[in-house]
C-alpha cells in the first residue's frame, strides 16, 4: 500500500482508470494474491531497500490468453521499468502455454502504448472513445526486440 501511496493522481487514473488515492485492504489483498499460473506479478525494486518502485500483473482470461497491467511510480516513469516489466510476464507466460495477452489502456497513455508499440510483438491496437484495447500475440516476436527471449 506504501508504493501505491507514493503515486499520483495521474498514474492511478492511468493505472485503475480512476484517481484511487487509497486502495482497500481486500483490493490490495486480491492485487497481491498470485499462483504464477493464472495470476502473477512482477516487481521492480532496488534490492538495498526493498521499496517498491513498480509492478507487471498478469491474470489469465482463458487458457490461452492473459491480460496485463502496469505501474510504475512517477520518479521512475521514462527510464524502461514498464519494458523490463513487460519482458518478465512475456517470458512467465510463454512458460506457462499462453499465446495472447491483452491490456486496456486510457488512449491518451503514451507512455504505456509506446511500450506496446516498441515491444517487438506487433501489436493490434483499437481505440474507442477514450481506451485504446491492446492485443498482442506473444508465439511471435520481432528479432530486433530482446522482449521474453
Known amino acids: 500500500m506504501q508504493f501505491h501511496e507514493r503515486l499520483s493522481v495521474r498514474t492511478t487514473r492511468y493505472r485503475f482508470f480512476s484517481p484511487m488515492k487509497h486502495l482497500s485492504e481486500e483490493f490490495?489483498?486480491?492485487?497481491?494474491?498470485?499462483?504464477?499460473?493464472?495470476?502473477?506479478?512482477?516487481?521492480?525494486?532496488?534490492?538495498?531497500?526493498?521499496?517498491?518502485?513498480?509492478?507487471?500483473?498478469?491474470?489469465a482470461e482463458s487458457k490461452r490468453s492473459g491480460e496485463v497491467a502496469f505501474v510504475v511510480e512517477d520518479s521512475m516513469q521514462g527510464v524502461g521499468l514498464g519494458s523490463l516489466l513487460l519482458e518478465r510476464i512475456v517470458g512467465h507466460a510463454r512458460k506457462l502455454g499462453y499465446e495472447r495477452l491483452t491490456a486496456m489502456v486510457l488512449a491518451e497513455n503514451a507512455q504505456m502504448l509506446n511500450i506496446f508499440r516498441e515491444s517487438g510483438l506487433d501489436p493490434q491496437l483499437h481505440t474507442?472513445?477514450?481506451v485504446t484495447s491492446v492485443k498482442l500475440d506473444i508465439r511471435v516476436h520481432n528479432p530486433r526486440r530482446r522482449v521474453g527471449g
Open 128 to 130: 474507442v472513445s477514450d
Open 28 to 59: 490490495a489483498t486480491r492485487l497481491t494474491n498470485v499462483d504464477f499460473v493464472k495470476r502473477f506479478a512482477f516487481v521492480v525494486s532496488d534490492p538495498s531497500d526493498d521499496i517498491i518502485h513498480g509492478v507487471g500483473r498478469f491474470e
